[in-house]
């Protein structure tokens, strides 16, 4: 680093890259370990690889700061729990380095009894840490498990090591770290009422000695990460940023440290922030563009700001001019040398090149940036703010036109969807009556016995169906014989659904990829990738829409298939769509009109669909709303807004229907008690959640809402490969019986089944239908 703040050119930072590799590369590697067909030396070399060309690749992009340690085999959450020490007893570890199988065990659980990897030993089965989502992101993080007696002791060099590796190819990096308190924060205590916070001055002593260690290795600068800056904090949080930082001012002097922040404004955390004795700050100015002014005038003269202003969480090309522009001034107040670009938070969270794109639209094309472009872009604004505009006039200006044609384009702009938007009234988000009223008539209409059972839409994707749409995807199975075979397959499970008993069927899902990618590919607005993969988990990706233009439904997605499925039974057959505010959140969405809008215009296109499968005869229709809580804002304050129209979406997708036509929702996640007030305005007929883990007690929130519709809790856990018996989902049942009404209970499992076997599910659902017949038998 210290070579490049000599030079005149302003330093571009990443923050970190895509570590999945072009390919998948990192997926390949570790599922060929977990499996046994490879060892831990294959997998390191791979690893290595990885590390070094995404090295090269952003030093060969005029990356300046390149990062180190943002690398992980599996999450760098879990990775600074290996390096604490934080190993939770039931993994077996009892001090020194922390082993791959333990880390491994600690990310995917252990199964009991088992010889595990190299030491072939017998440990005991031993659950998995939990995994949630970081952040806003779709990237999940193993979350700390501490309690009160919380030992730390440093167990893993994995950050110096690898700022020794970068070293040795030549690059002096930055390693990157989360930042003590935002670890802390993340975490979860197994003691109720222990806030993790507390842990700190335990924790720092580990800290220390790495960052120590870095110095020693001639590390001139760290980056640590404290997203928790984002956040709403408290007075102990606020504490512990003060105490942490200050340590590692006091005891390791000759290391800057980058303190970085992103995900949204400093807002009331600024002030705690510019009070840190730290070299530098991170700014994300994609998120929260107006806190530049006021962040530039309360700084520090000395301290380096880090603008983050190419969006890391976004797929879109920027408009570098006004940027330019915009910064221009800042430059020329505080310094060349007391500034650094970077995209607004690490590069972890887009695709990795735009250019192995090879199907794309070429006009979308023109309009995107994928990691290596967004370095590319930041190597153009340094210069530009470097050497002036002049400098690099070919490339703002083949950014503006870009700009302008996406501005501009007849693709993204459809008049008939402003048109039809600006016309939706209010009564096109209300049913027509209340729910008491609704309830009467489809109890009259559809005639279904107390209790009634259903499913929550898929059956398993057995790898027959995974190689049948394969061979159709890469043409080898034609068309034809594609829908043959889903008729055939979808003939079964609807056969099968009458034998046991299923009171409302549903068709399975076999014809669809993903519950998103599946309607995305049938709207007007929606593109896909073929290699835009971001992590999600470990070596989980997901290749997430994108969502470029206006969205309308040029034809009817689903009302083919659930006209031949109903054709097959006298059940009732569900519609089954996902939501609009699902599909939001679950693609890349275009960044030119606010997501309100984007959401409600998916709405529209879904409300078609609706109307369709009622004009059909379905006289039940799901919208799956998988992931309106996760669509949640950071901060408190700007819940209400987000919940208001995510509600509001789900109402105009789903109000066009008569009395009789009976709306599902199905959401998994499971805290319903800070957005039930949200749940309840959705004004959905029957809800189905994910209840069988907390024993009902997620009910609860329900009950405390008086939620007056009715409710299909989970008592089948899906994500597990256990069968549950009939006794034990009587149990659950009667658990929710002491909490709800029998006339609002309906049985389902707690999500769809395509993750599992035929094997698991058959048992499983006769046993389920029997619990019902058992209540029913007891009334
Ligand atoms: N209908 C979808 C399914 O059964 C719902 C999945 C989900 O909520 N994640 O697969
Ligand atoms: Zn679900």
Redesign the pocket.
Known sequence: MSNSEKTDIIRVATLGAPRIGPRRELKTALESYWSGKSDAATLETAAAGLRAANWARQKARGVAVIPSNDFSLYDHVLDVSAMAGVVPERYGWSGGPVPLDAYFAMARGRQGGEAHGACGCGHAGAAALEMTKWFDTNYHYMVPEFSRAQRFALSSTKVVSEFCEALALGHKTRPVLVGPVTYLRLGKSADAGFDPIALIDDLLPVYVEVLKRLAAHGADWAQLDEPCLALDLDAAARKALADAYARFAREVPSLKIMLATYFGGLGDNLGTALALPVAGLHLDLVRAPTQLDLAVARAPKDLTLSLGVIDGRNVWRADLAPIVERLAPVVAARGAERIELAPSCSLLHTPVDLASEDALDPDVKRWLAFSVQKMEELSILARALSHGADSVKPELTSSSIAARARRESPKIHDPEVAMRLARVTPDMTRRRSAFAERAVKQRKGLDLPAYPTTT???FPQTPEVRKARAANANGALPDADYVDFLRKVTASAIRWQEEIGLDVLAHG?FERND?VQYFGEQLAGFAFTRHGWVQSYGSRCVRPPILYGDVSRPKPMTVEWWSYSQSLTSKPMKG?LTGPVTILNWSFVRDDIPRATACRQIALAIRDEVEDLEAAGASVI?I?E?ALREGLPLRRGEWKTYLDWAVASFRLCSSGVEDATQIHT?M?YSEFNDIIASIGAMDADVISIETSRSRMELLDAFVGYRYPAEIGPGVYDIHSPRVPSVEEMVELLERARERIAPEQLWVNPD????TRKWEEVKPALVNMVAAARRLRDRA
Do not use: F
Request: proline share 0%; hydrophobic share 35%; with cysteine.
């Open positions: 929550i839409g898929s899902e519950m089954m799901q799956d998988a199905h998994c999500c769809g089944l395509k």
